[in-house]
Protein backbone atom coordinates (compact mmCIF):
# COMPACT_ATOMS: atom_id res chain seq x y z
CA UNK A 1 0.00 0.00 0.00
CA UNK A 2 0.79 3.53 -1.11
CA UNK A 3 1.58 5.53 2.18
CA UNK A 4 -1.06 7.87 1.61
CA UNK A 5 -3.72 5.47 1.34
CA UNK A 6 -1.90 3.28 4.43
CA UNK A 7 -2.53 6.72 6.54
CA UNK A 8 -6.11 6.96 5.17
CA UNK A 9 -6.73 3.33 6.05
CA UNK A 10 -5.23 3.36 9.24
CA UNK A 11 -6.18 7.45 10.74
CA UNK A 12 -4.28 8.19 13.38
CA UNK A 13 -7.26 9.70 15.42
CA UNK A 14 -7.53 5.97 16.12
CA UNK A 15 -4.90 6.50 18.57
CA UNK A 16 -6.31 9.12 20.07
CA UNK A 17 -7.93 7.67 22.57
CA UNK A 18 -5.23 5.91 24.18
CA UNK A 19 -3.35 9.12 23.89
CA UNK A 20 -5.95 11.31 25.55
CA UNK A 21 -5.74 9.34 29.23
CA UNK A 22 -2.11 8.36 28.78
CA UNK A 23 -0.85 11.64 28.69
CA UNK A 24 -3.73 13.59 31.24
CA UNK A 25 -3.23 10.73 33.56
CA UNK A 26 0.80 9.58 33.15
CA UNK A 27 2.94 12.04 31.32
CA UNK A 28 1.11 15.40 32.60
CA UNK A 29 1.37 14.52 36.20
CA UNK A 30 5.11 13.46 35.67
CA UNK A 31 6.00 16.69 33.13
CA UNK A 32 4.09 18.90 36.45
CA UNK A 33 6.71 16.83 38.76
CA UNK A 34 9.83 18.52 37.34
CA UNK A 35 8.26 21.91 38.16
CA UNK A 36 7.08 21.06 42.14
CA UNK A 37 9.86 19.96 42.81
CA UNK A 38 11.32 22.88 42.66
CA UNK A 39 8.60 24.57 45.04
CA UNK A 40 7.64 24.66 48.43
CA UNK A 41 4.16 22.98 47.47
CA UNK A 42 2.84 21.84 51.05
CA UNK A 43 -1.00 21.37 52.18
CA UNK A 44 -0.46 24.23 54.64
CA UNK A 45 -0.53 27.62 52.23
CA UNK A 46 -2.08 27.77 48.96
CA UNK A 47 1.16 29.78 47.72
CA UNK A 48 3.22 27.97 45.35
CA UNK A 49 7.17 29.39 45.97
CA UNK A 50 9.95 28.59 43.85
CA UNK A 51 12.54 27.55 46.06
CA UNK A 52 15.50 26.59 43.62
CA UNK A 53 17.15 23.40 44.55
CA UNK A 54 16.11 23.34 48.27
CA UNK A 55 14.08 20.05 48.16
CA UNK A 56 17.22 18.27 46.52
CA UNK A 57 19.58 19.51 48.98
CA UNK A 58 17.45 18.11 51.52
CA UNK A 59 17.11 14.42 50.10
CA UNK A 60 20.84 14.42 49.24
CA UNK A 61 22.11 16.10 52.27
CA UNK A 62 19.84 14.70 54.71
CA UNK A 63 19.40 16.34 57.93
CA UNK A 64 18.54 14.92 61.65
CA UNK A 65 15.95 12.33 61.66
CA UNK A 66 15.39 12.57 57.98
CA UNK A 67 17.70 10.16 56.47
CA UNK A 68 16.85 9.83 52.96
CA UNK A 69 19.83 7.65 51.58
CA UNK A 70 18.54 5.28 53.87
CA UNK A 71 15.12 4.33 52.13
CA UNK A 72 17.29 4.55 48.88
CA UNK A 73 19.86 1.59 50.92
CA UNK A 74 16.62 -0.40 51.46
CA UNK A 75 15.22 -0.15 48.09
CA UNK A 76 18.46 -0.77 46.71
CA UNK A 77 18.68 -4.05 49.31
CA UNK A 78 14.96 -5.22 48.73
CA UNK A 79 15.44 -5.11 45.06
CA UNK A 80 18.80 -6.96 44.49
CA UNK A 81 17.49 -9.46 47.21
CA UNK A 82 14.25 -10.27 45.92
CA UNK A 83 16.12 -10.33 42.42
CA UNK A 84 18.28 -13.43 43.41
CA UNK A 85 16.23 -14.88 45.57
CA UNK A 86 12.98 -15.29 43.08
CA UNK A 87 15.72 -15.96 39.93
CA UNK A 88 17.02 -18.62 41.76
CA UNK A 89 14.33 -20.27 43.33
CA UNK A 90 11.88 -19.61 40.18
CA UNK A 91 14.72 -20.87 38.16
CA UNK A 92 14.95 -24.63 40.56
CA UNK A 93 11.15 -24.75 40.65
CA UNK A 94 10.84 -23.95 36.83
CA UNK A 95 13.42 -27.62 36.29
CA UNK A 96 12.25 -29.10 38.88
CA UNK A 97 8.33 -28.69 36.83
CA UNK A 98 9.35 -29.20 33.88
CA UNK A 99 12.04 -31.83 34.06
CA UNK A 100 11.86 -33.52 37.25
CA UNK A 101 8.17 -34.58 37.57
CA UNK A 102 5.83 -35.83 34.73
CA UNK A 103 2.40 -36.20 36.78
CA UNK A 104 0.92 -33.19 38.24
CA UNK A 105 3.07 -30.87 36.84
CA UNK A 106 0.66 -28.64 35.50
CA UNK A 107 -1.52 -28.90 38.69
CA UNK A 108 1.37 -27.69 40.74
CA UNK A 109 1.89 -24.44 38.33
CA UNK A 110 -1.33 -23.57 38.83
CA UNK A 111 -1.25 -23.46 42.73
CA UNK A 112 2.54 -22.21 43.13
CA UNK A 113 1.32 -18.70 40.69
CA UNK A 114 -2.38 -18.74 42.72
CA UNK A 115 -0.53 -16.07 44.90
CA UNK A 116 0.31 -13.56 41.94
CA UNK A 117 -2.92 -13.06 41.30
CA UNK A 118 -4.06 -12.58 44.89
CA UNK A 119 -4.60 -8.56 45.77
CA UNK A 120 -1.11 -7.52 48.02
CA UNK A 121 -3.18 -6.20 50.78
CA UNK A 122 -4.72 -9.40 51.13
CA UNK A 123 -1.33 -11.19 51.04
CA UNK A 124 0.20 -8.21 52.98
CA UNK A 125 -2.71 -8.78 55.95
CA UNK A 126 -2.43 -12.91 55.61
CA UNK A 127 1.23 -12.19 56.65
CA UNK A 128 0.99 -9.77 59.33
CA UNK A 129 -0.96 -12.45 60.88
CA UNK A 130 1.53 -15.33 60.45
CA UNK A 131 4.42 -13.39 61.25
CA UNK A 132 2.72 -12.08 64.85
CA UNK A 133 6.03 -13.45 67.24
CA UNK A 134 3.79 -14.17 69.69
CA UNK A 135 0.85 -16.31 68.11
CA UNK A 136 1.85 -16.24 64.31
CA UNK A 137 1.72 -19.54 62.56
CA UNK A 138 5.34 -19.46 61.66
CA UNK A 139 6.68 -19.33 65.19
CA UNK A 140 4.06 -21.76 66.28
CA UNK A 141 5.22 -24.04 63.97
CA UNK A 142 8.70 -23.75 64.76
CA UNK A 143 8.50 -24.35 68.62
CA UNK A 144 6.81 -27.18 67.66
CA UNK A 145 9.43 -28.48 65.98
CA UNK A 146 11.52 -27.56 68.77
CA UNK A 147 13.51 -24.66 66.31
CA UNK A 148 12.55 -22.01 69.09
CA UNK A 149 15.84 -20.40 68.52
CA UNK A 150 14.55 -19.89 64.75
CA UNK A 151 11.23 -18.21 66.15
CA UNK A 152 12.29 -14.31 65.59
CA UNK A 153 10.52 -11.66 65.74
CA UNK A 154 9.71 -10.75 62.18
CA UNK A 155 8.05 -7.29 61.72
CA UNK A 156 8.63 -6.02 64.58
CA UNK A 157 12.93 -6.80 64.87
CA UNK A 158 14.37 -4.00 63.60
CA UNK A 159 16.80 -6.36 62.35
CA UNK A 160 14.63 -9.13 60.97
CA UNK A 161 11.89 -6.51 59.34
CA UNK A 162 13.44 -6.05 55.88
CA UNK A 163 14.33 -9.68 55.51
CA UNK A 164 10.94 -10.52 56.74
CA UNK A 165 9.11 -8.12 53.83
CA UNK A 166 11.92 -9.62 51.32
CA UNK A 167 10.41 -13.21 51.95
CA UNK A 168 7.05 -11.91 52.05
CA UNK A 169 7.78 -10.80 48.82
CA UNK A 170 9.73 -13.43 47.31
CA UNK A 171 6.90 -15.86 48.30
CA UNK A 172 4.46 -13.76 46.39
CA UNK A 173 6.81 -13.51 43.47
CA UNK A 174 8.60 -16.72 42.09
CA UNK A 175 5.09 -18.16 41.12
CA UNK A 176 4.93 -15.26 37.97
CA UNK A 177 8.50 -15.74 37.33
CA UNK A 178 8.53 -19.15 37.55
CA UNK A 179 5.82 -19.42 34.65
CA UNK A 180 8.09 -17.05 32.70
CA UNK A 181 10.75 -19.44 32.72
CA UNK A 182 9.14 -22.58 32.04
CA UNK A 183 7.76 -20.97 28.87
CA UNK A 184 11.81 -20.87 28.28
CA UNK A 185 12.78 -24.28 29.60
CA UNK A 186 9.78 -25.60 27.72
CA UNK A 187 11.05 -23.45 24.28
CA UNK A 188 14.64 -25.73 24.55
CA UNK A 189 15.08 -28.94 22.50
CA UNK A 190 14.93 -32.58 24.07
CA UNK A 191 17.51 -33.39 21.55
CA UNK A 192 20.42 -31.21 23.49
CA UNK A 193 19.55 -33.29 26.55
CA UNK A 194 19.17 -36.33 24.79
CA UNK A 195 22.76 -36.09 22.86
CA UNK A 196 24.53 -34.86 26.41
CA UNK A 197 23.19 -38.17 27.88
CA UNK A 198 24.50 -40.11 25.33
CA UNK A 199 27.61 -38.05 25.79
CA UNK A 200 27.61 -39.38 29.68
CA UNK A 201 26.89 -35.76 31.12
CA UNK A 202 25.51 -35.10 34.32
CA UNK A 203 22.34 -33.41 35.33
CA UNK A 204 24.52 -30.55 36.62
CA UNK A 205 26.59 -30.80 33.80
CA UNK A 206 23.48 -30.51 31.05
CA UNK A 207 22.12 -27.74 33.51
CA UNK A 208 25.28 -25.44 33.58
CA UNK A 209 26.04 -26.23 29.77
CA UNK A 210 22.71 -26.34 27.69
CA UNK A 211 20.04 -24.78 30.09
CA UNK A 212 21.72 -21.78 31.96
CA UNK A 213 23.11 -20.52 28.45
CA UNK A 214 19.81 -20.98 26.58
CA UNK A 215 17.75 -19.41 29.44
CA UNK A 216 20.01 -16.04 29.39
CA UNK A 217 17.38 -14.18 27.30
CA UNK A 218 14.48 -15.55 29.62
CA UNK A 219 16.72 -14.25 32.66
CA UNK A 220 17.20 -11.10 31.32
CA UNK A 221 14.16 -10.29 31.25
CA UNK A 222 13.11 -11.60 34.29
CA UNK A 223 15.38 -9.57 35.71
CA UNK A 224 14.44 -6.61 34.61
CA UNK A 225 10.67 -7.14 35.44
CA UNK A 226 12.19 -7.87 39.24
CA UNK A 227 14.01 -4.67 38.91
CA UNK A 228 11.27 -2.15 37.68
CA UNK A 229 9.06 -3.71 40.62
CA UNK A 230 11.79 -3.64 43.26
CA UNK A 231 12.51 0.14 42.50
CA UNK A 232 8.98 0.83 42.57
CA UNK A 233 8.24 -1.40 45.74
CA UNK A 234 5.25 0.08 47.63
CA UNK A 235 1.86 -1.39 48.77
CA UNK A 236 3.44 -4.49 50.16
CA UNK A 237 5.73 -2.47 52.78
CA UNK A 238 2.90 0.16 53.03
CA UNK A 239 0.86 -2.89 54.99
CA UNK A 240 3.13 -5.03 55.99
CA UNK A 241 5.28 -2.48 58.10
CA UNK A 242 4.03 0.91 56.89
CA UNK A 243 8.17 1.60 57.12
CA UNK A 244 8.14 0.55 60.38
CA UNK A 245 9.48 -0.46 63.03
CA UNK A 246 11.07 2.89 63.45
CA UNK A 247 12.39 3.63 59.69
CA UNK A 248 13.90 0.46 59.17
CA UNK A 249 11.69 -0.82 56.33
CA UNK A 250 11.28 2.96 54.45
CA UNK A 251 11.93 2.29 50.90
CA UNK A 252 11.74 5.45 48.38
CA UNK A 253 7.75 5.15 47.50
CA UNK A 254 6.99 4.59 50.96
CA UNK A 255 9.06 7.62 51.77
CA UNK A 256 7.09 9.77 49.07
CA UNK A 257 4.16 8.45 50.55
CA UNK A 258 4.86 9.74 53.94
CA UNK A 259 5.64 12.93 52.73
CA UNK A 260 2.65 13.22 50.94
CA UNK A 261 0.43 12.28 54.17
CA UNK A 262 2.49 15.37 55.95
CA UNK A 263 1.56 17.39 53.34
CA UNK A 264 5.06 18.51 52.39
CA UNK A 265 3.83 17.71 48.77
CA UNK A 266 7.21 19.89 47.03
CA UNK A 267 9.66 17.02 48.76
CA UNK A 268 6.87 14.16 48.16
CA UNK A 269 7.05 15.54 44.19
CA UNK A 270 11.11 15.92 44.61
CA UNK A 271 11.30 12.37 44.94
CA UNK A 272 9.27 10.81 42.64
CA UNK A 273 10.30 12.90 39.59
CA UNK A 274 13.70 11.57 41.08
CA UNK A 275 13.04 8.07 41.01
CA UNK A 276 10.64 8.96 37.10
CA UNK A 277 14.38 10.17 35.69
CA UNK A 278 15.69 6.69 37.05
CA UNK A 279 13.23 4.86 35.54
CA UNK A 280 12.91 6.45 32.48
CA UNK A 281 16.15 5.62 31.62
CA UNK A 282 15.92 1.93 32.72
CA UNK A 283 12.75 1.93 30.88
CA UNK A 284 13.80 2.57 27.47
CA UNK A 285 16.55 -0.19 27.58
CA UNK A 286 13.93 -2.75 28.98
CA UNK A 287 11.66 -1.58 26.38
CA UNK A 288 14.04 -2.25 23.25
CA UNK A 289 14.87 -5.74 25.13
CA UNK A 290 11.48 -6.17 25.18
CA UNK A 291 10.63 -4.82 21.61
CA UNK A 292 13.87 -6.77 20.58
CA UNK A 293 11.91 -10.21 21.98
CA UNK A 294 8.81 -9.30 20.38
CA UNK A 295 9.58 -9.14 17.08
CA UNK A 296 12.01 -11.51 16.84
CA UNK B 1 16.22 -48.21 38.62
CA UNK B 2 15.34 -47.74 42.60
CA UNK B 3 17.87 -44.91 42.12
CA UNK B 4 15.69 -43.38 39.65
CA UNK B 5 12.49 -44.08 41.59
CA UNK B 6 13.47 -42.41 44.52
CA UNK B 7 14.59 -39.09 42.34
CA UNK B 8 11.12 -39.33 41.48
CA UNK B 9 9.57 -39.66 45.05
CA UNK B 10 12.27 -36.77 46.11
CA UNK B 11 10.94 -34.57 42.98
CA UNK B 12 7.25 -35.05 43.70
CA UNK B 13 7.50 -34.59 47.30
CA UNK B 14 9.43 -30.92 47.14
CA UNK B 15 6.59 -30.29 44.39
CA UNK B 16 4.41 -30.89 46.85
CA UNK B 17 5.68 -28.93 49.33
CA UNK B 18 6.23 -25.62 47.83
CA UNK B 19 2.64 -26.03 46.50
CA UNK B 20 1.75 -26.28 50.22
CA UNK B 21 3.71 -22.80 51.15
CA UNK B 22 1.80 -21.50 48.23
CA UNK B 23 -1.81 -22.89 49.68
CA UNK B 24 -1.35 -22.14 53.11
CA UNK B 25 -2.23 -18.35 53.65
CA UNK B 26 -5.56 -19.08 51.45
CA UNK B 27 -6.22 -22.36 53.75
CA UNK B 28 -5.73 -19.79 56.52
CA UNK B 29 -8.33 -17.37 55.68
CA UNK B 30 -10.70 -19.94 54.61
CA UNK B 31 -10.80 -21.67 57.96
CA UNK B 32 -10.52 -18.60 59.96
CA UNK B 33 -13.73 -17.27 58.50
CA UNK B 34 -15.56 -19.99 59.96
CA UNK B 35 -14.48 -19.66 63.07
CA UNK B 36 -15.37 -17.90 66.47
CA UNK B 37 -14.20 -14.73 67.27
CA UNK B 38 -11.82 -16.53 70.26
CA UNK B 39 -11.20 -19.53 67.96
CA UNK B 40 -9.67 -16.84 65.25
CA UNK B 41 -7.75 -14.84 67.39
CA UNK B 42 -4.21 -16.14 66.32
CA UNK B 43 -5.30 -17.27 63.26
CA UNK B 44 -4.08 -20.93 64.01
CA UNK B 45 -4.31 -23.79 60.94
CA UNK B 46 -6.64 -26.07 63.34
CA UNK B 47 -10.28 -26.50 61.79
CA UNK B 48 -12.90 -24.87 63.42
CA UNK B 49 -15.01 -26.70 66.07
CA UNK B 50 -18.70 -25.48 64.77
CA UNK B 51 -18.54 -24.04 61.37
CA UNK B 52 -19.76 -20.10 61.93
CA UNK B 53 -21.20 -19.18 58.47
CA UNK B 54 -23.06 -16.05 59.93
CA UNK B 55 -19.66 -14.62 60.08
CA UNK B 56 -20.52 -13.91 56.14
CA UNK B 57 -23.59 -12.40 56.85
CA UNK B 58 -21.67 -9.96 59.32
CA UNK B 59 -19.04 -8.62 57.31
CA UNK B 60 -21.55 -8.26 54.18
CA UNK B 61 -23.99 -6.07 56.70
CA UNK B 62 -20.95 -4.00 58.48
CA UNK B 63 -18.91 -3.87 56.04
CA UNK B 64 -21.27 -2.53 53.25
CA UNK B 65 -20.07 -5.45 50.99
CA UNK B 66 -23.18 -5.30 48.40
CA UNK B 67 -22.32 -1.62 47.77
CA UNK B 68 -18.35 -2.35 47.60
CA UNK B 69 -18.86 -5.38 45.35
CA UNK B 70 -20.49 -3.67 43.18
CA UNK B 71 -18.05 -0.40 42.88
CA UNK B 72 -15.58 -3.31 42.29
CA UNK B 73 -17.13 -4.73 39.36
CA UNK B 74 -18.17 -1.09 37.90
CA UNK B 75 -14.16 0.01 38.24
CA UNK B 76 -13.13 -3.31 37.04
CA UNK B 77 -15.60 -4.05 34.02
CA UNK B 78 -15.55 -0.54 32.70
CA UNK B 79 -11.73 0.58 32.94
CA UNK B 80 -11.54 -3.28 31.43
CA UNK B 81 -13.95 -1.94 28.53
CA UNK B 82 -12.44 1.37 28.03
CA UNK B 83 -9.01 0.82 28.61
CA UNK B 84 -8.90 -2.17 25.79
CA UNK B 85 -10.87 -0.93 23.30
CA UNK B 86 -8.76 2.39 23.03
CA UNK B 87 -5.46 0.27 23.73
CA UNK B 88 -6.86 -2.14 20.59
CA UNK B 89 -7.25 0.98 18.64
CA UNK B 90 -3.99 2.78 19.42
CA UNK B 91 -2.15 -0.70 19.02
CA UNK B 92 -3.66 -1.27 15.63
CA UNK B 93 -3.05 1.84 13.21
CA UNK B 94 0.54 2.05 14.80
CA UNK B 95 1.25 -1.68 14.15
CA UNK B 96 -0.38 -1.73 10.33
CA UNK B 97 1.36 1.98 9.60
CA UNK B 98 4.49 2.04 11.19
CA UNK B 99 6.13 5.66 10.13
CA UNK B 100 9.02 7.10 12.10
CA UNK B 101 6.05 9.30 13.73
CA UNK B 102 3.98 5.93 14.53
CA UNK B 103 6.91 4.05 15.98
CA UNK B 104 7.84 7.27 18.51
CA UNK B 105 4.25 7.32 19.25
CA UNK B 106 3.93 3.46 19.87
CA UNK B 107 7.61 3.51 22.56
CA UNK B 108 5.90 6.53 24.17
CA UNK B 109 2.66 4.47 24.82
CA UNK B 110 4.58 1.47 26.42
CA UNK B 111 7.05 3.24 28.15
CA UNK B 112 4.73 3.72 30.64
CA UNK B 113 5.18 0.11 31.64
CA UNK B 114 7.96 1.42 33.62
CA UNK B 115 7.41 4.72 34.37
CA UNK B 116 6.19 5.37 38.31
CA UNK B 117 2.84 7.47 39.01
CA UNK B 118 3.54 10.47 40.87
CA UNK B 119 0.92 10.06 43.13
CA UNK B 120 1.02 13.50 44.25
CA UNK B 121 0.71 15.63 40.98
CA UNK B 122 -1.48 13.30 40.17
CA UNK B 123 -4.14 14.36 42.48
CA UNK B 124 -3.69 18.01 40.92
CA UNK B 125 -5.24 16.68 37.85
CA UNK B 126 -7.38 15.01 39.47
CA UNK B 127 -8.63 18.63 41.01
CA UNK B 128 -7.95 20.13 37.87
CA UNK B 129 -10.18 17.76 36.06
CA UNK B 130 -12.98 17.94 38.70
CA UNK B 131 -12.52 14.20 38.75
CA UNK B 132 -11.37 13.49 42.35
CA UNK B 133 -13.84 11.73 44.53
CA UNK B 134 -15.67 10.77 41.73
CA UNK B 135 -16.54 6.90 40.11
CA UNK B 136 -15.62 8.30 36.64
CA UNK B 137 -12.60 9.45 37.48
CA UNK B 138 -11.39 6.44 39.09
CA UNK B 139 -12.63 4.71 36.20
CA UNK B 140 -10.53 6.82 33.73
CA UNK B 141 -7.23 5.98 35.74
CA UNK B 142 -7.66 2.57 35.87
CA UNK B 143 -8.30 2.75 32.43
CA UNK B 144 -5.19 4.91 31.61
CA UNK B 145 -3.11 2.56 33.98
CA UNK B 146 -3.49 -0.35 31.89
CA UNK B 147 -2.98 1.04 28.38
CA UNK B 148 0.37 0.83 28.12
CA UNK B 149 0.52 -3.09 28.75
CA UNK B 150 -2.77 -3.69 26.50
CA UNK B 151 -0.97 -1.41 23.62
CA UNK B 152 2.09 -3.70 23.99
CA UNK B 153 0.63 -7.18 24.07
CA UNK B 154 -1.93 -6.55 21.17
CA UNK B 155 0.65 -4.50 18.84
CA UNK B 156 2.17 -7.84 18.65
CA UNK B 157 -0.53 -9.41 17.72
CA UNK B 158 -1.70 -7.94 15.13
CA UNK B 159 1.25 -8.54 13.54
CA UNK B 160 0.51 -12.14 12.60
CA UNK B 161 -2.94 -10.77 11.11
CA UNK B 162 -2.30 -10.86 7.61
CA UNK B 163 -2.68 -7.66 5.63
CA UNK B 164 -4.24 -9.04 2.61
CA UNK B 165 -7.62 -9.08 4.78
CA UNK B 166 -7.43 -5.07 5.18
CA UNK B 167 -6.95 -5.03 1.25
CA UNK B 168 -9.75 -7.21 0.16
CA UNK B 169 -11.89 -5.42 2.91
CA UNK B 170 -10.64 -1.79 1.53
CA UNK B 171 -11.14 -3.07 -2.43
CA UNK B 172 -14.39 -4.14 -1.38
CA UNK B 173 -15.01 -0.79 -0.09
CA UNK B 174 -14.68 -0.43 3.76
CA UNK B 175 -13.88 2.77 5.49
CA UNK B 176 -11.55 2.63 8.33
CA UNK B 177 -14.00 1.89 11.34
CA UNK B 178 -15.88 -1.07 9.30
CA UNK B 179 -12.81 -2.27 8.22
CA UNK B 180 -11.78 -2.40 12.21
CA UNK B 181 -14.64 -3.71 13.86
CA UNK B 182 -16.09 -6.11 11.26
CA UNK B 183 -12.68 -7.69 9.90
CA UNK B 184 -9.76 -6.98 12.46
CA UNK B 185 -11.51 -6.85 16.01
CA UNK B 186 -13.43 -9.93 16.07
CA UNK B 187 -9.70 -11.56 14.80
CA UNK B 188 -8.28 -10.24 18.00
CA UNK B 189 -10.30 -11.86 20.78
CA UNK B 190 -7.58 -14.20 22.05
CA UNK B 191 -5.08 -11.05 22.81
CA UNK B 192 -8.48 -8.75 23.83
CA UNK B 193 -9.24 -11.82 26.49
CA UNK B 194 -6.50 -12.23 27.79
CA UNK B 195 -5.10 -8.20 28.08
CA UNK B 196 -8.70 -7.75 29.54
CA UNK B 197 -8.15 -10.58 31.80
CA UNK B 198 -4.99 -9.30 33.06
CA UNK B 199 -6.37 -5.97 33.61
CA UNK B 200 -9.71 -7.02 35.45
CA UNK B 201 -8.07 -8.71 38.12
CA UNK B 202 -4.86 -5.82 38.25
CA UNK B 203 -7.69 -3.57 38.62
CA UNK B 204 -9.25 -5.92 41.27
CA UNK B 205 -6.65 -6.55 43.45
CA UNK B 206 -5.51 -2.56 43.76
CA UNK B 207 -6.26 -0.22 46.42
CA UNK B 208 -4.19 2.33 46.67
CA UNK B 209 -5.60 4.61 43.31
CA UNK B 210 -9.49 4.40 45.82
CA UNK B 211 -7.30 5.01 49.10
CA UNK B 212 -6.20 8.27 47.71
CA UNK B 213 -8.35 9.30 45.36
CA UNK B 214 -12.32 8.33 46.60
CA UNK B 215 -12.90 10.06 49.90
CA UNK B 216 -16.64 8.61 49.89
CA UNK B 217 -16.69 5.63 51.63
CA UNK B 218 -19.80 4.93 49.48
CA UNK B 219 -17.43 4.54 46.18
CA UNK B 220 -14.96 1.90 48.14
CA UNK B 221 -13.99 -0.63 46.05
CA UNK B 222 -13.44 -4.61 47.63
CA UNK B 223 -9.86 -4.02 48.44
CA UNK B 224 -10.67 -0.47 50.30
CA UNK B 225 -13.29 -2.25 52.13
CA UNK B 226 -11.18 -5.35 53.69
CA UNK B 227 -8.66 -2.65 54.59
CA UNK B 228 -10.93 -0.30 56.54
CA UNK B 229 -12.37 -3.50 58.20
CA UNK B 230 -9.16 -4.23 59.15
CA UNK B 231 -8.83 -1.19 61.32
CA UNK B 232 -11.68 -1.64 62.69
CA UNK B 233 -12.17 -5.24 63.94
CA UNK B 234 -8.27 -6.15 64.13
CA UNK B 235 -8.57 -7.96 67.03
CA UNK B 236 -11.56 -10.19 65.03
CA UNK B 237 -9.48 -12.48 62.37
CA UNK B 238 -12.67 -14.76 61.82
CA UNK B 239 -14.70 -10.84 60.20
CA UNK B 240 -11.19 -9.28 58.71
CA UNK B 241 -10.92 -13.46 57.00
CA UNK B 242 -14.65 -13.79 55.97
CA UNK B 243 -14.06 -10.41 54.24
CA UNK B 244 -10.80 -11.25 52.40
CA UNK B 245 -12.64 -14.50 51.51
CA UNK B 246 -15.42 -13.17 49.67
CA UNK B 247 -12.85 -10.22 48.21
CA UNK B 248 -10.83 -13.13 46.89
CA UNK B 249 -13.35 -15.53 45.41
CA UNK B 250 -14.07 -13.63 42.03
CA UNK B 251 -10.42 -13.35 41.58
CA UNK B 252 -10.28 -17.02 42.20
CA UNK B 253 -12.86 -18.27 40.40
CA UNK B 254 -11.52 -16.04 36.96
CA UNK B 255 -7.72 -17.08 37.70
CA UNK B 256 -8.96 -21.15 37.36
CA UNK B 257 -11.31 -20.14 34.14
CA UNK B 258 -8.63 -17.58 32.50
CA UNK B 259 -5.48 -19.21 33.35
CA UNK B 260 -4.33 -19.72 29.89
CA UNK B 261 -4.82 -16.74 29.03
CA UNK B 262 -3.33 -15.56 32.00
CA UNK B 263 -0.48 -17.19 31.18
CA UNK B 264 -0.22 -16.20 28.21
CA UNK B 265 -0.31 -12.93 28.68
CA UNK B 266 2.46 -13.26 31.40
CA UNK B 267 4.93 -14.59 29.00
CA UNK B 268 4.28 -12.94 25.70
CA UNK B 269 7.36 -10.76 25.31
CA UNK B 270 9.44 -12.85 27.47
CA UNK B 271 10.14 -15.85 25.80
CA UNK B 272 9.78 -15.90 21.86
CA UNK B 273 7.46 -18.53 20.52
Not at chain 2, 247 to 266: C, D, E, K, N, S
Request: charge should be positive; glycine fraction near 6%.
Amino acid sequence: MKSSMKSRAYPLYFAGGALALYLLFYVLPSVMGFYYAFTDWNSYSSEVNFIGLENFKLIFTSGAGQNYMHFVRNTVIFTVATILLKTAIALGLAVLLTNGIRHLAYFHRVVMYLPAVLPMLVVSLVFKSILNPATGLLNTFLRSVGLDFMAQRWLVDVNWALPSVIGVDTWRGIGYIMVIMIAGLQAIPKDYYEAAAIDGASAFASFRRITLPLMMPVLTVTTVLNLLYGLKVFDIVFVLTNGGPGRATDTVYTAIFDEFSKGRYGVATTLSTLLFLIMIILGYFVIRLMHQEAEE
Amino acid sequence: MPLRRMQTLINHTLAAAVSLIMFIPIYLVIVNSLKTKAEASSMSAGLPTLLQWENFATVIERGKLVTAFGNSVLYAVGATLIGTTVAALAAYVLSRNRTRFNRFVYFFLIMGIAMPTNFVTLMKVMQMTHLINTQLGIILLYAASSIPFSVFLIYAFISTIPRELDEAAIIDGCNPFRLFFSVIYPLLTPVLVTAGVLNLLGIWNEFLLPLYYLNSSAYWPMTLAVYNFFGQFQADWSLVSADIVLTILPVIIIYLFAQRFILAGMTAGSVKG
